[in-house]
């Protein structure tokens, strides 16, 4: 007996490992199975096979087994299975047991084995072999233990009943906790599902797996989703699917949440919402808001506030019943605070209050009829306001724009068109403003004008304004009116400013050497006087041709001026005809000469050509054009070049050979006139050193004579020195002796003063510092006096009248009590001048205890 109780306790201390261990010793033993002596342990067994008969028995332990011929162990010793409380395990194959709870056998004595079934088997008290055929599947298992918030899901892979519960295949409930989970054969643990924590701004989105009924009792369809909105622990059911866990969105006083409806349902603010519809959730609807499975989530929508200087126009705004009146506006005014609702929108977005100054206003247009201050305005009419003001426009009217007066000097103008009747006028010198029906009015002009002026002034023009342009002196314009048909000339220096039908007359001038036409372009008309070069080309009589560079001076001839200058415009390109008249005369009149004629007489040949000859013979001071009164004053001509090159050639050899006898005469003119300058210079020469040879004897005669007489002098002037340095030097020795003695006087007064000022102020000082101190000493007393004063007043006033009275009479009134006390009664006559202290007396009469003991 004690033999099995240890081994009991044995077994039961290594459950956790015992089927490695029974693994173990059945390999070591199954090495000894040749043997025929098998000592079986407590608590162990082995599999015996009868060969003759095919039964396989049990064999348990403690026992000493002697194996016969006909006998084969199968296995062991194997250590029985051990199943702890809270534990259990499986096994394969198990053998069929009576109601008894015994193992049954068949016909031929071996055990029944239900083939390819499992049984669990829980804890035991006492450990169990396995019989033939069965097998531990897996390990020795603890049991689950499901806690709070909690379960399993569970489902049925056969059919069987618990406490009266029929299950079929396929059924699936849940487990929950706490409780421990004992584990059937006919059921499988799917999952374990936990239980969702929700706090108050969370929800949970559930879809139903198939036709169920949720926590609230609602039948829910396969598929269906819905959302849980309680609080604490949820625990989803079996037929429940968690899809998501929703966070509340916190609505603010400045953000609401913009919704829109997948699908017809009712909300959870009890509103019936149809598919495709939005909305806004605001504060005031719900502190957080949790969206539910039927509404989409569009965005947040920030509030519009409004200051009292602006103002806003909501487009197709919602009615009370939340419908869109699409085409409809709504004019909001501040100070104000909304939230746009789903399908309003704001026109131009927040805007400012129109603050007109005293030159400006409002170009305002009606959208559709509109009263204002008694005065109906039809659709399309354009009226203005005037500032000062602040303007909010009402949702009848538009803005067209707004204008300011437009200030403008002498000098400056705009353009003004009338609307309605197309007319375009200028306004000159006077701040403007347009009315109604005027617009300002663009006034194009040639790209060729417009660079002149931009060149003029260097800036772009604005098309709007009047074009002017500044005439130089002695220069003249023309401008012409396309509408009446006429012209006007303008005389610098002016300020030409154009009126709107008006235009300048562009100047296309013939310009480069030799002259091109179109080369130069401008809008004024200089009238000289001027030049202008040209290179002409002419061919003499004997075809020598020659190229001539002449330069001719020019004017208008303005004293002639009856038309008003109109006859200088007369010829648009009065430079290429003046050249070319003038190339023409000079031509034919070479053409009539040969090379070395016209070569010695070429400028009175030119000019004759150019001025002509008056009845005198002579050549005419000018040449002028009739046709635009051009006067050539003068020509000038710059070079006479040969075109052909041996003309070149022979003019240039001729040209030299003429160079050199020029320059040998001037040669030898120089040579001639350097000998002459040098014989004049030869004989200044001469003449000069006589005349300095008797200079230069007068000279030593002079220095002999003064060489005399300061020998002279020199002998005479030592004794006259030295007497006067002896009489200077006694001079000077005495008036230093007086400067001294006066100096020595001047000393001592100096120091004598200065020792008497030194005590003087000395003296001052220290009455001074008396007088100071006795002031500081007396104006400490009469402050200590004040402190004193002051304190003795405080005291008295904190300790009051009546308080001194009565210290005042506690002396006499104690002594009269004691007097009182010893009952004296007698008569005392005296006189008022000697009286007589009772109170002394009185004191007397009592004496301190110490001072008698004292004494």
Not at 141 to 148: A, F, H, M, Y
Not at 252 to 280: F, I, P
Not at 399 to 414: F, Q, Y
């Amino acid at each position: 007996f004690f033999l099995s109780s240890f081994w009991f306790s044995w077994t039961t201390s290594c459950v956790m490992f015992g089927n490695k261990k029974s693994k173990a010793s059945g390999e070591s033993s199954s090495s000894s199975v040749s043997g025929s002596v098998f000592r079986i342990k407590p608590f162990h067994y082995i599999h015996v096979l009868d060969t003759n008969n095919g039964v396989t028995n049990v064999v348990l332990g403690p026992k000493t087994f002697t194996r016969k011929e006909h006998e084969k162990v199968l296995c062991g010793p194997e250590k029985m299975i051990i199943v702890p409380p809270r534990n259990y395990c499986i096994i394969s194959n198990p053998v069929v047991r009576d109601e008894a709870g015994e193992p049954v056998t068949n016909q031929h004595g071996n055990y029944k084995v239900r083939h390819g079934d499992e049984e669990i088997r829980y804890h035991h008290p006492d450990p169990f072999p396995l019989y033939p055929g069965e097998k531990l599947y897996g390990n020795v298992t603890p049991l689950q233990i499901v806690p709070v918030d909690s379960a399993l899901r569970l489902r049925c892979i056969r059919d069987f009943s618990d406490e009266g519960t029929e299950y079929v295949a396929g059924d699936e409930w849940l487990f929950k906790g706490p409780a421990t989970y004992l584990p059937k054969i006919e059921v499988q643990v799917v999952e374990s599902v936990n239980g969702i924590v929700l706090s108050p701004d969370q929800g949970l989105k559930l879809r139903a797996r198939r036709e169920c009924k949720d926590a609230a009792g609602i039948k829910r369809r396969a598929g269906e989703e819905w959302l849980y909105r309680g609080t604490g622990t949820y625990l989803p059911a079996v037929d429940e699917e968690v899809v998501e866990v929703v966070k509340a969105f916190t609505l603010t006083e400045k953000l609401a949440l913009h919704l829109r409806a997948t699908r017809t349902y009712t909300d959870q603010l009890g509103k019936v919402r149809k598919a495709g519809e939005e909305w806004l959730v605001t504060n005031k609807d719900a502190v957080s808001y949790i969206a539910d499975v039927y509404e989409e989530i569009v965005g947040t929508v920030a509030i519009t506030v409004l200051n009292n200087r602006q103002y806003c126009v909501i487009l197709d705004p919602l009615d009370n019943k939340g419908k869109p009146q699409l085409g409809k506006k709504v004019l909001v005014k501040g100070e104000d605070f909304f939230f746009l609702r789903p399908g309003e929108r704001l026109e131009k977005g927040i805007q400012n209050v129109y603050v007109l100054g005293e030159n400006e206003a409002l170009l305002l247009r009606a959208r559709e009829t509109y009263t204002e201050d008694g005065t109906e305005h039809a659709p399309g009419d354009r009226w203005m306001i005037y500032g000062p003001v602040d303007y909010i426009p009402p949702v009848e009217v538009e803005i067209v724009e707004k204008r300011r007066a437009i200030p403008l000097s002498d000098n400056e103008g705009i353009y003004v068109r009338d609307i309605t009747t197309g007319k375009v006028r200028s306004e000159i010198g006077k701040s403007y403003m347009l009315k109604p029906n005027e617009e300002l009015w663009s006034k194009t002009l040639p790209d060729d004008v417009e660079e002149l002026l931009q060149k003029q002034t260097g800036a772009t023009r604005d098309p709007t304004r009047v074009v002017s342009l500044r005439v130089p002196r002695n220069a003249a314009v023309q401008i012409y009116d396309y509408i009446n048909k006429k012209s006007r000339n303008v005389f610098g220096p002016e300020l030409v400013m154009l009126h709107p039908d008006e235009h300048f007359t562009v100047l296309s001038l013939s310009g480069g050497k030799p002259k091109r036409p179109h080369a130069i372009k401008d809008l004024c008309l200089l009238l000289g006087p001027d030049f202008m070069t040209d290179i002409v080309t002419v061919e003499t009589s004997d075809h020598a041709r020659l190229q001539l560079k002449l330069s001719y001076n020019w004017r208008f001839k303005t004293e002639n001026n009856s038309d008003g200058g109109t006859k200088f415009f007369q010829v648009p390109d009065f430079v290429g005809d003046a050249c070319k008249a003038m190339a023409s005369n000079i031509r034919g009149a070479v053409a009539s000469v040969a090379f070395d004629e016209f070569h010695k007489f070429s400028a009175k040949l030119i000019r004759k050509a150019i001025f002509g000859l008056n009845a005198e013979g002579r050549v005419n001071d000018e040449f002028v054009f009739a046709a635009n009164d051009l006067s050539i004053t003068n020509v000038d001509i710059q070079s006479v070049e040969p075109v052909d090159q041996r003309t070149r050639d022979s003019l240039q050899k001729s040209v030299q050979l003429a160079i050199e006898i020029t320059t040998k005469s001037q040669e030898a003119a120089a040579r001639h006139e350097a000998e002459r300058i040098e014989q004049e210079a030869r004989g200044r020469l001469e003449r000069q050193k006589i005349a300095d040879e008797a200079e230069a004897e007068k000279a030593r005669k002079r220095l002999l004579q003064l060489q005399a007489q300061s020998a002279a002098v020199e002998s005479t002037g030592q004794a006259t020195a030295e007497a006067k340095a002896r009489s200077e030097a006694a001079q000077i020795e005495g008036q230093s002796s007086v400067t001294l003695a006066s100096l020595k006087a001047q000393s001592s007064t100096i120091v004598t003063e200065s020792e008497l000022e030194s005590s003087a102020s000395l003296q001052l000082s220290e009455v001074e510092y008396k007088h100071k101190m006795d002031d500081l000493e007396i104006q400490r007393a009469s402050g200590l006096a004040k402190i004193e004063s002051t304190k003795f007043k405080s005291i008295i006033g904190a300790i009051g009248r009546e308080t001194i009275a009565a210290i005042a009479q506690a002396g006499p009134e104690m002594q009269a009590k004691l007097l009182e006390g010893l009952g004296i009664k007698s008569l005392l006559i005296t006189d008022g001048n000697s009286p007589i202290n009772l109170f002394n007396t009185a004191n007397g009469l009592i004496t301190d205890p110490s001072q008698t003991q004292t004494q």
